[in-house]
């Protein structure tokens, strides 16, 4: 599948140059389900869901940060959830993910800069998708924390690619030392089943 789609080259050469990745997801927002479940056998979303929901009550009020077309929205939803906002950085993504009927509210966001959403606002976060090589940095777990109120859930997906590579062990180790988050679980699961990708899935409570 990355060796047929110029578009999926693109993603996985991004070097962390915003315009470029606004322009290749505005370009793959139309194809980008069919690509990532059918093409790759994309599970991550599903996983995640499936992890939240047995960390939190199914009217939690839940932030997707960097929620794409909304396939974990979709995931949630499917699982009972009832309340649920996304933010992403390209509107073309957002546009794919408003037919899905799953949030609440959707808006663009740069997930590399401080978010424009109050302290303590959601029960809890998810991220699929988004730590990942030229996307987000560890940095921006400190700002899911601040917007996830004290004893909410984050759980998020690290590429295997990066989670050595941008040193995100110690970083989620700093985190604690800080009284930020606990880390609860940090388990290896498949990512893309089609390319053989995993992921880590980081279980974290804010503090």
């Keep these: ?3 047929n789609n110029p578009l999926l080259r693109r993603v996985y050469a991004l070097d962390g ?3 470029e990745t606004r322009r290749v997801y505005a370009e793959w927002a139309e194809q980008y389900d069919r690509d990532t479940l059918d093409g790759m056998g994309y599970v991550a979303p599903g996983l995640v869901a ?4 047995g960390l939190v009550a199914k009217d939690a009020k839940v932030l997707d940060a960097g929620c794409g077309t ?3 929205g979709v995931e949630l939803k499917k699982l009972g959830f009832t309340n649920i906002d996304g933010i992403d950085l390209s509107g073309e993504m957002l546009e794919v993910a408003r037919e899905k009927e799953a949030y609440d509210k959707l808006a663009e966001a740069d997930m590399t800069v401080p978010l424009e959403i109050a302290d303590d606002s959601y029960d809890a976060v998810i991220s ?7 996307h987000v940095k560890p ?7 601040r917007v996830t109120r004290k004893g909410g859930q984050i759980v998020v997906t690290v590429h295997e690619k990066v989670w050595e590579a941008d040193g995100y062990p110690d970083y989620l ?4 030392k800080r009284g930020l988050v606990s880390i609860r ?8 089943r089609k390319e053989g990708y995993s992921c880590q899935i980081c279980v974290l409570e804010v503090l």
Excluded: C, N, Q
Excluded at 139 to 145: G, H, M, S, T, Y
Excluded at 173 to 176: A, N, P, S, T
């Design 173 to 176: 180790e700093d985190m604690e």
């Design 185 to 192: 679980a940090v388990k290896e699961a498949p990512y893309h």
């Design 128 to 134: 699929v998708g988004v730590f990942t090589s030229g």
């Design 1 to 3: 599948m990355s060796e």
């Design 17 to 19: 140059d915003k315009e």
């Design 50 to 53: 499936k992890e939240l929901s």
């Design 139 to 145: 940095k921006a777990l400190d700002e899911l924390a």
């Design 70 to 72: 909304g396939l974990a």
